[in-house]
């Protein structure tokens, strides 16, 4: 899937990823390919990304929102 994680003031993380694990408001939320639809809000916490290449990277973010379409995950983060 394709990821985009954006901060107000610069782009963190812009690439292809097998896995995301979101700290959403209501528990921790993981996304894969192919994953349906789905717009929520974040807390304060830790993303977790999977790469292609095998590689797992983490962004602390304070909140945010993220939405999920057509195998495209965009987290608005703060």
């Known amino acids: 899937m394709k990821l985009e994680i954006i901060k107000p003031d610069r782009n963190i993380f812009k690439g292809e990823a097998t896995s995301v694990v979101l700290p959403g408001i209501d528990g921790s939320l993981g996304i894969l390919n192919n994953h349906a639809p789905l717009i929520t809000t ?3 916490g830790a993303i977790q990304v999977k790469t292609n290449e095998g590689k797992t990277l983490s962004f602390e973010v304070k909140g945010g929102t ?9 987290v608005l983060a703060e």
């Open 42 to 44: 974040l807390k304060a």
């Open 66 to 74: 993220v939405e999920m379409l057509n195998n495209v995950l965009t």
